[in-house]
């Protein structure tokens, strides 16, 4: 069984950095592309960032770009997101999800963390 | 960027009605990379459906999903009590991803 556990989130002050992790077990780590999505509590899921199955690819939405950087440990099965600059706009429940097609990027996402709350807040 | 557009912004039903929510794209979604999540107060997203029509494993056959191009739809065939819960459409394929704004199904 796929297991997605994010951990890091906190409160962070405006300006400020916080790094997430999301630990993976229950398939092979290295043949599938992650995610990272994040939702205002009550609000839409917004797409914040993937890499690709080897960590050679990465794409940003345009909200996060130069701010934050994925990558991920394959020996340790892992997945991170470091964030810098952070702004009020995103305070925000981040989730990590597993793409459901290895090899590839940009498919649909068959498995999900339970997520882990970032609150940026002076 | 492919905007989503849900509709209605809620959906007030019985158990043992049917759903019909709605996802309208901005431009053709290209081989149909459209997707449905079931989303439950504290809860992460779960995949429904991909491909706009395939569900995914172990996903009731009460839940369908049709469409092509601009338009598609999640139908729920009759709900059941667990059924209540928000739904996200999300095209993906192409970057970047993108996801509608939801549409909440609560009981009448």
């Known amino acids: 069984e796929v297991h997605l556990v994010e951990s890091g989130g906190a409160v962070g002050q405006p300006g400020g950095s916080l790094r997430l992790s999301c630990a993976a077990s229950?398939?092979?780590?290295?043949?599938?592309?992650m995610q990272w999505v994040r939702q205002v509590p009550g609000k839409g899921l917004e797409w914040v960032s993937l890499?690709?199955?080897?960590?050679?690819?990465?794409y940003y939405a345009d909200s996060v770009k130069g701010r934050f950087t994925v990558s991920r440990d394959n020996s340790k099965n892992t997945l991170y997101l470091q964030m810098h600059s952070l702004r009020i706009e995103d305070t925000a429940v981040y989730y990590c999800?597993?793409?459901?097609?290895?090899?590839?990027?940009?498919?649909?996402?068959?498995?999900w963390g339970q997520g882990t709350l970032v609150t940026v807040s002076s | 960027e492919i905007v989503l557009t849900q509709s209605p912004g809620t959906l007030s039903l019985s158990p043992g009605e049917r759903a019909t929510l709605s996802c309208r794209a901005s431009?053709?979604?290209?081989?149909?990379?459209l997707a449905w999540y079931q989303q439950k107060p504290g809860q992460a997203p779960r995949l429904l459906i991909y491909?706009?029509?395939s569900r995914a494993t172990g996903i009731p056959d009460r839940f369908s999903g049709s469409g092509s191009g601009t338009d598609f739809t999640l139908t729920i065939s009759r709900l059941e009590p667990e059924d209540f819960a928000v739904y996200h459409c999300?095209?993906?394929?192409?970057?970047?991803?993108?996801f509608g704004q939801g549409t909440k199904v609560d009981i009448k």
């Open positions: 999800a597993k793409e459901a097609v290895g090899w590839q990027w940009l498919f649909h996402l068959d498995s």
């Open positions: 229950g398939f092979i780590f290295d043949d599938y592309s």
């Open positions: 890499i690709s199955w080897d960590g050679s690819s990465a």
């Open positions: 431009q053709s979604v290209s081989s149909n990379y």
């Open positions: 491909g706009a029509s």
């Open positions: 999300h095209h993906y394929g192409g970057s970047p991803p993108t």
